[in-house]
Nanobody
């Protein structure tokens, strides 16, 4: 059973920064891709960033150049460094992993960008 636990959300002013963390257990962490999704109020959950087991990263266009996804396999943790935050980045951020053909999600962490 995979468990994903996010932390690091909060309230930040536009232009500010936050770093989200996701601690994983129950899988062969280093072999599998990890993703961050975002769900804005009243909208669907959308993919924000992905990092493969080998460290290759991909981002949705709206966060390129501002967000950085990384992983520490020894700590079984994936991070999302978010800089130059905008009000439209507001939402609940979820960590996600596909393991043995099953989708696993964390409980989510709220990020609010507002002055």
């Amino acid at each position: 059973q995979v468990q994903l636990v996010e932390s690091g959300g909060g309230l930040v002013q536009p232009g500010g920064s936050l770093t989200l963390s996701c601690a994983a257990s129950g899988s062969i962490f280093s072999r599998y891709s990890m993703d961050w999704y975002r769900q804005a109020p009243g909208k669907e959950r959308d993919l924000v960033a992905t990092i493969t087991g080998g460290g290759t990263t991909n981002y949705v266009d709206s966060v390129k150049g501002r967000f950085t996804i990384s992983r520490d396999n020894a700590k079984r943790t994936v991070y999302l460094q978010m800089n130059s935050l905008k009000p439209e980045d507001t939402g609940v951020y979820y960590c996600h992993q596909v393991y043995n053909f099953h989708h696993y999600w964390g409980q989510g962490t709220q990020v609010t960008v507002s002055s």
